[in-house]
C-alpha cells in the first residue's frame, strides 16, 4: 500500500484550492469509476462529469467551473497536467544504480558514463557512446558508432542499429527498431536490386518512441525525429522521413519515404502517408486517412483520399442516404422519359 498523502499536502503541490479536509489521508490515484474513499481520482474531460456525480473516490481533481461531487476537490487551472503531478508524487522514479552487468557484452572501445545502467545481455558494439544516468534494460543492442543520450530509457530488445544518434530524455519501448535499412529498390529488368542505405537515424532530445516502432535509416542523409515527438506503437517510419517537434503519431501508422512532417502535427490511428508529401505545422488527420498530397499547415483533413474534414463528413453523412437517392433518380429518369414520350 502506497504511503498516505494529506489533501493538504497534495494541493501545496498541485498548486490547487482545496474543498475538504486537508487533513484527510490519500493512499493512491485510482480512475474514476474504481477509486475508493481512501484514493483520489480525476476528471479531465466533460465525458466524465456525469460519472464523478456517483463516485466513491475521497478526492477529485478537477477544474475550477468543476460542480457537483459528493467528495473532496482539488480544484487546477489545468487538470491534466496536475494529474501527471499527481501521479509522480504517488509513483516517484526509483533510483537505478549505475554499473555494467556481469553479462552484458560493451566492446572495449565503447564510451560509458560512470553513472550509467547497462542492464543484462545488452550488447553495445565498437565506438557507441552512452550517456550521463542512461538506462539500457535486458537484451538492449546498440551498434557500432550509436549514440544514446543523457538520462534516456531503452527498454527490453530494443535495437539500435549502427551509426543512430538518440538525445538527451529519449524512452524507446520494447521491441522498436531504429536504424534498420531503408525500403529501396531499383528494377534491372531481371531482379531488384537493393539501393544502399547508408545513411543514418537522429532522434532529437525528450523523444518517445512506442513499443514496435520502427524508423529506417536514410539512404543517404537522415531520418530525422524532431525534439519532443510522441510516436506510438507499431508505427513505421520509413527513410530520409522528417518528424517536426512536438507531433503525435498514433498507432499503426505508416508514413513513407522522403515525406516531411510539420511541427505539432497530429497523425490519429492507421494513418497512411505517400511518399515525398509535405504535411504542413499544426495540420490533424484523423484515424485511417489516406494522404497522397501536400497538406497546408493547420489544415484538418481525413477520409481516403484525405480532404477537408468539413468536407469530408458532409459526404459521409451523405453515403447512408444514398441508396434512396439512386431509387429516386432513377424514377424520374423514368417518369421524364415518359413524359419526353406523351410529348413526341
Do not use: W
Request: proline share 6%; glycine share 12%.
Amino acid at each position: 500500500m502506497p504511503e498516505g498523502r494529506s489533501l493538504g499536502a497534495l494541493a501545496t503541490a498541485l498548486g490547487a484550492s482545496l474543498e475538504g479536509d486537508p487533513t484527510m489521508l490519500v493512499r493512491g490515484v485510482a480512475p474514476l469509476g474504481e477509486a475508493g474513499p481512501d484514493q483520489i481520482s480525476f476528471v479531465t474531460s466533460s465525458k466524465a462529469v456525469a460519472e464523478a456525480q456517483s463516485t466513491r473516490a475521497g478526492a477529485l481533481v478537477v477544474s475550477k467551473e468543476f460542480s457537483g461531487a459528493p467528495c473532496a476537490l482539488l480544484r487546477c487551472d489545468d487538470p491534466q497536467l496536475a494529474v501527471i503531478m499527481l501521479l509522480r508524487v504517488f509513483h516517484p522514479a526509483l533510483p537505478v544504480p549505475p554499473g555494467v552487468h556481469p553479462t552484458a557484452i560493451v566492446s572495449d572501445s565503447a564510451t560509458i558514463d560512470q553513472s550509467a545502467r547497462i542492464g543484462p545481455c545488452a550488447v553495445v558494439e565498437a565506438g557507441a557512446r552512452i550517456g550521463a544516468e542512461a538506462r539500457l534494460f535486458p537484451y538492449v543492442y546498440i551498434g557500432e558508432g550509436s549514440v544514446v543520450g543523457d538520462g534516456s530509457v531503452l527498454y527490453p530488445g530494443v535495437v539500435v542499429r549502427e551509426g543512430v544518434r538518440l538525445g538527451r530524455r529519449v524512452i524507446v519501448h520494447s521491441g522498436a527498431v531504429l536504424g534498420a535499412d531503408g525500403f529501396g529498390y531499383a528494377f534491372d529488368g531481371r531482379a531488384h536490386q537493393k539501393i544502399p542505405q547508408v545513411g543514418g537515424v537522429v532522434i532529437e532530445d525528450d523523444v518517445e518512441i512506442g513499443a514496435n516502432t520502427t524508423i529506417d535509416r536514410a539512404s543517404v542523409g537522415n531520418t530525422t525525429v524532431r525534439k519532443g515527438a510522441k510516436i506510438d506503437n507499431l508505427v513505421q517510419i520509413a527513410h530520409h522521413v522528417t518528424v517536426g517537434e512536438h507531433t503525435v503519431i498514433a498507432a499503426q501508422t505508416g508514413i513513407a519515404g522522403s515525406t516531411q512532417i510539420g511541427n505539432r502535427v497530429i497523425l490519429a490511428g492507421q494513418v497512411g502517408i505517400h511518399d515525398h508529401v509535405r504535411v504542413g505545422d499544426g495540420a490533424m488527420v484523423a484515424g485511417q486517412s489516406g494522404i497522397t498530397k501536400d497538406v497546408p499547415a493547420g489544415a484538418q483533413v481525413m477520409g481516403f483520399p484525405a480532404r477537408p474534414a468539413a468536407e469530408a463528413r458532409k459526404t459521409y453523412g451523405a453515403m447512408p442516404r444514398l441508396p434512396e437517392l439512386i431509387k429516386t433518380v432513377r424514377a424520374l429518369e423514368h417518369r421524364l422519359a415518359a413524359l419526353e414520350q406523351r410529348l413526341g
